[in-house]
Structures are given as C-alpha cells and as structure tokens.
C-alpha cells in the first residue's frame, strides 16, 4: 500500500559529467497531495495509534522511513 508513495526519478546523465552518476533517484510523494477534501465517514486509527503515527485518518499516513535506514534510495521492504 505505501510503496504507491514512492516514486523513481532518472536524472539526465552528460557524457561529460566527470562524477559517477546515481542511475535511479527515489522520492516520496505525501498522501494529502491526493485528497482534495475530507471524504465523510473516513476511517480513523485509535487515539494512542494516531499519537505514535502523527495522523489520526490511515489514508493520511505516510511512513517516512529515516534516512540511517535508507542509504541512497528506497528501503527493501
């Protein structure tokens, strides 16, 4: 499900770049860039869940993985 959040960018490598290019660059993309309203009746998490994930509506989750975890791009998992 959040892997959908994850998008991959292929920067323009010159032939006369002489540093060693990184061939796929990995981003996130927010979930609130895709909901334009609140929806009625969204589900929510549980009040101490909310709290520890930093929303209270699972659509709005995102998990932003730390960047000690991530070397360079996405995470395998």
Do not use: H
Request: proline residues 16%; aromatic residues 16%.
């Amino acid at each position: 499900m959040y892997d959908a959040q994850w998008r991959e960018w292929k920067p323009y490598i010159s032939p006369n770049d002489p540093c060693p290019p990184i061939r796929i660059k990995w981003y996130i993309v927010p979930p609130n860039q895709f909901i334009n309203f609140q929806p009625i009746n969204l589900p929510q998490f549980s009040l101490d869940e909310a709290l520890c994930k930093g929303t209270l509506w699972p659509a709005l989750y995102s998990p932003y993985p730390s960047r000690r975890a991530v070397k360079g791009g996405k995470t395998n998992g």
